[in-house]
């Protein structure tokens, strides 16, 4: 417990940081929604740069004459912003969220320009692991050129540790590059690593250098074709996006120490094209878990609340070890209906230490042997800031969200100011996932019979238009009749009909749609699914060997071990982008037709060698 005369080190609130501020109230129902603690004080709902901060307000002001938030602690060296307008409010009987965890906004920012930095034309850097320059979060590249090789390329030295290296064509280093377009079949092909080694006779760090290569290519090409987003040279004036999130778990690599390490993705996909905007992992390949804690003692981080830290986006050894003792609370009786699901969901996420965490830790479970672990709810917030960056040009986005209070949370602190001008809109979506597939045809198949008995026409014989119209006919007299679920702070709305992805759903707006007609709420709600994501997720475990899902059974006690998974988080992150390019922009349909193609990225499917070899070739 810090002392009271040790309070004023650090605001009550954390500042913005670069125009950031992701800390307010996030109850779109509530006249504080999205409202920054330092608009309130200064009576302007602009946003405000940390220059601008620092002679307005007083930390004297922040603490005890705030207008419409207060804090309250929630353990030891964590605080929430609590909103003054909802706990009145939730005195009344309303169902509300009025307190939200403090994050740090640096925090956020730094997550977002690691997740974005594909997007930024790579510049030469020190290849030396020693030195300082190569960690990139806290120093900055000093190079100084060396004059050109024979064959023409630039010959750089690093002042720190003297070392020269040189930047050249792509394809110098590798002897035998006629096998790199084998490879990344093979890979995208469900091939083991052992297996692609044998069949192409080449030695396992031929193979991590060639997937190192392949990796930079891929992000190269993906940058430069996703610049035409941020650039809005699309068409499209409105963008239904799904996002859900998926669970990597990679093999221990100590047998005295059988703890798996879990990475949490997060994936936004588009309903229409199928494009898959983004697919980030809480994990931080260029640091060291022992860098982090000097720096984190350097700076005292343990002193400090963690939304004030230094090393605040990243697991702690001794926090991630406090978090891996609590426990959620575990039903004795298995939901029987959707509802009952999404109640005991929401209960699981109030048993929580950190309900926007989503992170769900326990004693089999450790940080990585290599690289950092990120907290997850910086991840969220820093996948949205990206999606936020790739569609700044797109009107109107309407985002539908697997259940997920860290999600949504996310969510509504990066795009509340579209929200309150009307450019975006997000839903919540919970589907059943765990029936048989006799299970969903037979729900199908009361779907039909259904339809029969409404048109006295069968569901094929309809069109595209009619069956939208039907769809919209069956919702909207729900639309009065939304329902109300125990802990719940939205009303949900039962989906009239069935797929065989998504046989029965729920879905609940999270921002205010009433200023539409019953039509637009109706066709809003139709378009309700988390398919596109998910059908990018199965594809991925079912194409990559690494991403399979892995097993477990009575035998070992509840520990997770796959022959054919990763031990190096790093192969994970690696594979999910390389598997993401091929998916958008190289995977056709049946009619031949690529993600990137219905998204206007790409006038037809791109060959593996365009990508592979990426800057010898004009498109």
């Not at 193979?207 to 290519?217: A, E, G, N, S, T």
């Not at 999606?387 to 949370?409: E, S, V």
């Not at 009619?466 to 125990?486: A, G, Q």
Request: hydrophobic share 30%; glycine share 4%; charged share 30%.
């Amino acid at each position: 417990m810090r002392k009271k005369s040790c309070q004023r080190d650090w605001p009550t609130f954390p500042e913005p940081y670069k125009g950031l501020q992701v800390n307010c109230c996030k109850f779109t129902r509530c006249e504080n929604f999205g409202i920054s603690p330092e608009e309130a004080l200064n009576g302007t709902q602009r946003a405000y740069s940390d220059e601008d901060l620092i002679p307005k307000i007083s930390e004297r002001q922040v603490s005890k004459h705030h207008p419409i938030y207060g804090t309250s602690g929630s353990g030891k060296h964590e605080a929430a912003l609590v909103c003054k307008a909802c706990t009145t409010k939730k005195a009344d009987g309303e169902v509300i969220q009025s307190s939200y965890m403090l994050k740090s906004n640096r925090a956020v920012m730094e997550e977002y320009e690691r997740l974005s930095r594909y997007l930024v034309p790579e510049q030469p850097t020190c290849p030396n692991n020693d030195c300082p320059t190569y960690t990139v979060e806290f120093f900055e590249p000093a190079l100084k050129k060396r004059g050109l090789t024979k064959a023409g390329s630039q010959r750089y030295q690093c002042k720190h540790c003297k070392k020269s290296f040189i930047v050249g064509e792509q394809t110098r280093k590798h002897r035998r590059p006629e096998i790199n377009i084998r490879l990344f079949d093979l890979l995208l092909m469900h091939v083991p690593l052992r297996k692609i080694i044998k069949h192409l006779n080449i030695s396992p760090k031929t193979l991590y250098d060639k997937i190192d290569f392949i990796h930079k290519q891929c992000l190269n090409f993906v940058a430069e074709r996703e610049q035409q987003l941020i650039n809005g040279k699309l068409k499209e004036k409105s963008l239904y996006l799904s996002t859900d999130r998926q669970v990597q778990i990679t093999n221990w690599t100590k047998r005295e120490d059988k703890r798996n390490t879990e990475l949490y993705g997060i994936g936004t996909a588009c309903l229409t094209s199928g494009y898959v905007f983004a697919f980030n992992f809480n994990f931080e390949e260029r640091l060291t878990q022992n860098e982090v804690e000097l720096i984190a003692s350097e700076y005292k981080d343990n002193e400090k609340p963690k939304h004030h830290r230094v090393m605040a986006r990243i697991w702690l050894e001794d926090e991630f070890s406090e978090a891996s003792k609590h426990k959620r609370k575990v039903h004795d009786k298995p939901p029987y209906t959707l509802q009952e699901e999404v109640a005991q969901k929401i209960e699981g996420e109030f048993s929580a230490l950190d309900m926007t965490s989503s992170e769900d830790f326990d004693r089999t479970t450790k940080l990585p042997a290599k690289g950092v672990l990120v907290h997850n709810e910086y991840t969220m917030m820093g996948h949205f800031l990206l999606l936020k960056k790739l569609t700044q040009r797109i009107n109107k986005t309407r985002f539908y969200l697997d259940q997920d209070t860290g999600m949504k949370t996310a969510y509504l602190s990066i795009f509340k100011d579209e929200i309150k001008e009307g450019k975006s809109d997000g839903f919540l979506v919970r589907t059943v996932k765990n029936l048989s597939v006799d299970e969903k045809r037979s729900a199908l198949a009361d779907t039909n019979k259904m339809i029969l008995e409404l048109t006295g026409r069968p569901r094929k014989s309809l069109t595209g238009k009619e069956f939208r119209e039907l769809v919209n006919e069956l919702i909207i007299p729900k639309l009065n009749m939304l329902e109300v679920i125990n802990n719940s702070t939205e009303r949900w709305l039962t989906y009239p009909i069935a797929t065989m992805p998504e046989p029965e759903k729920l879905v609940a707006a999270i921002t205010g749609i009433s200023r539409y007609d019953d039509k637009h709420q109706a066709n809003l709600y139709r378009k309700a699914s988390l398919h596109a994501i998910d059908r990018f997720f199965m594809s991925s475990r079912r194409g990559v060997n690494l991403l399979e899902r892995p097993f477990t059974s009575a035998t070992n006690k509840a520990r997770t071990w796959n022959g054919y998974s990763a031990y190096n988080p790093a192969m994970l992150t690696k594979m999910a982008d390389i598997y993401r390019v091929y998916y958008n922009y190289v995977n056709k349909n049946d009619k031949g037709e690529t993600p990137a193609m219905r998204l206007g990225l790409a006038k037809g499917p791109v060959a593996s060698e365009k990508i592979i070899y990426y800057g010898k070739y004009d498109g």
